[in-house]
């Protein structure tokens, strides 16, 4: 049997997964992947079988860190694996989908590589077994076609689930000014927007992609503002800024893996406007979720984070 023609890349520093076939652009796709802690395989290793509505079943490690655990789960909207998953040939380490979309684009899970559903779907179509796969932890240097895409239930318009969005492609239309979410989820009125201390020294691509687009600091400076109301009211804040903190470090990450934010990406037109797209909607969610967290911390919820 000849050689697979596609070939699996993995990095760990981008969180992304590049699909490479000849004759094609090269696709690009966000992965969770394993947890601080966890081990992560790294160098190559191969598709060895591919799998359909997946039974997940889990390790002995995992049961005993969690007894409760059942022995199997079968397919299902409950099922951790999704509805596709791509074994490896490493012991208990799969390319699969996920019953947790939040979770792709960070550091979430027992050592696979979790996708979201559309994209897993993509790749279990295109992929044969015993196409080769490499894991390193540096960035791959990969530049190519990429595929703006923006948090799981926030799309830039336009842009459909596997699309990519050619280097050559015009830049979308600008950005919409901000509208204030509905105010049964923010508290009326709308927050002032608080500008990024961080902006001056900022060196991250995230924060020098939003601290340079004024669009984009508007939206980040809302959910700051509305962090900053709820705090002054507070006796003893500490508790709860770091769980604001927490939050907003977490949602840092997994926008950076998921619109592709990464140094040296403003420097291209159309990578740099599909970043910002991204980043609008992903933006625009935050102040929902921010809002949301501060009802959970006011009715007295887990303040050490979710």
């Known amino acids: 049997m000849g050689t697979p023609a596609a070939r699996i890349v993995i990095s760990l520093a981008d969180r992304r997964l590049h699909l490479l076939e000849p004759g094609r652009e090269v696709r690009s796709f966000p992965v969770a992947i394993g947890r601080p802690g966890v081990a ?62 939040d979770s792709v684009g960070r550091r979430a899970s027992a050592g696979c590589f979790r996708m979201l559903p559309a994209d897993i779907e993509a790749l279990f179509d295109a992929v044969p077994v015993g196409t080769p796969v490499r894991v390193q932890r ?35 239309s600008p950005l919409p000014p901000p509208v204030p979410p509905p105010s049964s989820t923010v508290p009326d009125p709308p927050p002032s927007p608080v500008p990024d201390p961080r902006c001056p020294t900022a060196t991250a691509p995230l924060r020098r992609l939003i601290c340079d687009t004024p669009a984009l600091s508007v939206l980040d400076g809302r959910a700051r503002g509305l962090q900053e109301r709820f705090l002054a009211g507070l006796p003893d804040r500490a508790d709860a800024a770091y769980a604001l903190l927490r939050d907003e ?23 740099a406007a599909a970043a910002r797209s991204c980043l609008a909607g992903a933006l625009s969610g935050r102040l929902e979720d921010v809002a949301k967290r501060i009802a959970e911390l006011q009715g007295g919820g887990r303040v050490a984070g979710r």
Do not use: M, Y
């Open 138 to 172: 540096d960035s791959t240097g990969i530049h190519p076609t990429v595929e703006a895409r923006a948090a799981p239930t926030v799309r830039p318009a336009g842009v459909s689930a596997t699309a990519p969005v050619r280097a050559t492609v015009s830049p979308p």
């Open 40 to 101: 992560i395989p790294l160098g190559d290793s191969a598709v060895i079988r591919k799998r359909r509505n997946p039974t997940w079943r889990p390790t002995a490690a995992q049961r005993r860190a969690k007894p409760s655990l059942p022995l199997s789960v079968p397919p299902g909207p409950g099922n951790p694996l999704g509805r596709f998953a791509l074994d490896l040939g490493w012991a208990a380490i799969a390319i699969h989908g996920t019953n947790e979309p």
């Open 249 to 271: 470090r977490r949602f840092d990450d997994r926008i950076t893996a998921l619109c592709w934010i990464r140094l040296g990406s403003e420097s291209d037109p159309a990578v």
